[in-house]
């Protein structure tokens, strides 16, 4: 039997309900979006355990915007409440702020800054001279030398990615910034913001519109020879996999998930702690602290990285990166047909949340136009 329709969805996360919520909406065609888990919403997806507390499966999603466009694009579908997002690293029993800024310097190396100046006359002191970093390893080393380098990032990174930091690209290390002020947030962005009622519900309001329909527990590798569509199909899967390992797999890391829940208001003075030298988890993060929440109860995380299980982050080595490449021809050959890839998995490449909307919107201009053409 053949599965039918104007336009099919791989994926129900956010870059499939959004490309069905514009599709079917402004383009009004029919749209089928076909995922293999048993919810909609991704690794964004929440829900509510048996304490009745709201928590994230998948780990935390600090939602924040970069432009206004995606925040008001998204509040059509929620009312939000302020992402008060912050994270502290464990180093011998203190907590840290992270990312690195002013106070974590001063704690940690025990003397008041008077200046930004000072701060980076001191850090050029501290820092190994490297001209051209070419790894993870090099660019922290090369920004904020040994001590903090060991301390807060060489084994997190071992953990995390399972790997040495000196293999890594040095662009994983750029997406973990260096403040010289003493702004306390994760996030640098000001427009940080959390659905009021959780992702789950957002995604579920995108998505309420009768040309849409959603097929789950349903795995598009096989059942993928009995798919037509009239206009678009949009893939956000693993590249590989979809062109049947050709050229060979690519690496990702997954994560393994242990919540507990506690007969306390809160366990933790923040939502999320780092642990870089101890334990074999990352990080433990109590959700309750930006859900905000009202319960005698609340649910700690942990998270254990590990190669087994659903991809969640794209391994940026040489060997991956020079892979993908590969499988990027194949992508363009794919557009041609109207087939397009989108998202964190599909485009083999780390996405923060509303990067990835935002991409998705992105996407539906150029669909658009296609359309317009092709009528």
Same mark, same amino acid.
Request: hydrophobic share 30%.
């Given at each position: 039997?053949?599965? @039918?329709?104007?336009?099919?969805? $791989?994926?129900?996360? !956010?870059?499939?309900?959004?490309?069905?919520?514009?599709?079917?909406?402004?383009?009004?065609?029919?749209?089928?979006?076909?995922?293999?888990?048993?919810?909609?919403?991704?690794?964004?997806?929440?829900?509510?355990?048996?304490?009745?507390?709201?928590?994230?499966?998948?780990?935390?999603?600090?939602?924040?915007?970069?432009?206004?466009?995606?925040?008001?694009?998204?509040?059509?579908?929620?009312?939000?409440? =302020?992402?008060?997002?912050?994270?502290?690293?464990?180093?011998?029993?203190?907590?840290?702020?992270? !990312?690195?800024?002013?106070?974590?310097?001063?704690?940690?190396?025990?003397?008041?800054?008077?200046?930004?100046?000072?701060?980076?006359?001191?850090?050029?002191?501290?820092?190994?001279?490297?001209?051209? =970093?070419?790894?993870?390893? @090099?660019?922290?080393?090369?920004?904020?030398?040994?001590?903090?380098?060991?301390?807060?990032?060489?084994?997190?990174?071992?953990?995390?990615?399972? &790997?040495? =930091?000196?293999?890594?690209?040095?662009?994983?290390?750029?997406?973990?910034?260096?403040?010289?002020?003493?702004?306390?947030?994760?996030?640098?962005?000001?427009?940080?913001?959390?659905?009021?009622?959780?992702?789950?519900? &957002?995604?579920?309001?995108?998505?309420?519109?009768?040309?849409?329909?959603?097929?789950?527990?349903?795995?598009?590798?096989?059942?993928?020879?009995?798919?037509?569509?009239?206009?678009? &199909?949009?893939?956000?899967?693993?590249?590989?996999?979809?062109?049947?390992?050709?050229?060979?797999?690519?690496?990702?890391?997954?994560?393994?998930?242990?919540?507990?829940?506690?007969?306390?208001?809160?366990?933790?003075?923040?939502?999320?702690?780092?642990? !870089?030298?101890?334990?074999?988890?990352?990080?433990?993060?109590?959700?309750?602290?930006?859900?905000?929440?009202?319960?005698?109860?609340?649910?700690?995380?942990?998270?254990?990285?590990?190669?087994?299980?659903?991809?969640?982050? =794209?391994?940026?080595?040489?060997?991956?990166?020079?892979?993908?490449?590969?499988?990027?021809?194949?992508?363009?050959?794919?557009?041609?047909?109207?087939?397009?890839?989108?998202?964190?998995?599909?485009?083999?490449?780390?996405?923060?949340?509303?990067?990835? $909307?935002?991409?998705?919107?992105?996407?539906?201009?150029?669909?658009?136009?296609?359309?317009?053409?092709?009528?």
């Amino acid at each position: 039997m053949k599965i @039918e329709s104007d336009v099919i969805i $791989i994926g129900a996360g !956010p870059v499939g309900c959004v490309l069905a919520n514009k599709i079917s909406n402004e383009l009004k065609l029919n749209c089928l979006i076909i995922e293999k888990r048993n919810h909609i919403a991704g690794n964004c997806y929440d829900e509510y355990n048996s304490k009745g507390l709201l928590y994230h499966k998948y780990g935390p999603h600090y939602l924040r915007f970069k432009n206004r466009k995606t925040l008001n694009y998204l509040s059509k579908f929620t009312k939000w409440i =302020p992402g008060n997002y912050i994270v502290k690293s464990v180093i011998d029993k203190k907590l840290y702020p992270m !990312p690195i800024n002013l106070e974590t310097l001063e704690m940690f190396f025990q003397k008041k800054f008077k200046s930004k100046k000072d701060v980076i006359n001191f850090l050029n002191k501290k820092k190994t001279k490297i001209k051209n =970093p070419k790894n993870f390893e @090099e660019f922290v080393l090369s920004k904020l030398g040994k001590e903090i380098y060991e301390k807060f990032y060489k084994n997190y990174t071992i953990k995390q990615w399972g &790997m040495s =930091p000196k293999k890594l690209s040095k662009e994983i290390a750029g997406r973990l910034p260096i403040r010289f002020n003493r702004n306390p947030y994760y996030v640098k962005e000001k427009l940080r913001f959390m659905p009021k009622k959780g992702f789950t519900e &957002m995604f579920k309001k995108m998505i309420n519109n009768k040309k849409i329909k959603v097929k789950l527990n349903c795995d598009f590798h096989k059942i993928r020879n009995k798919i037509r569509f009239k206009h678009f &199909m949009i893939y956000t899967g693993e590249p590989d996999r979809y062109f049947n390992f050709k050229y060979g797999k690519l690496d990702w890391r997954s994560l393994i998930f242990r919540f507990k829940n506690y007969k306390k208001n809160r366990i933790q003075k923040f939502v999320q702690y780092n642990y !870089p030298n101890d334990f074999n988890f990352t990080r433990t993060v109590e959700i309750k602290h930006v859900t905000n929440q009202k319960s005698k109860y609340t649910v700690i995380s942990k998270e254990y990285p590990t190669n087994r299980g659903d991809p969640y982050y =794209p391994l940026s080595d040489k060997k991956n990166l020079k892979l993908f490449d590969k499988y990027e021809k194949l992508i363009l050959k794919e557009n041609k047909r109207n087939i397009f890839f989108e998202g964190r998995l599909a485009k083999y490449k780390y996405f923060n949340t509303d990067e990835v $909307i935002e991409s998705s919107l992105k996407l539906f201009k150029n669909l658009k136009i296609r359309y317009k053409k092709s009528k």
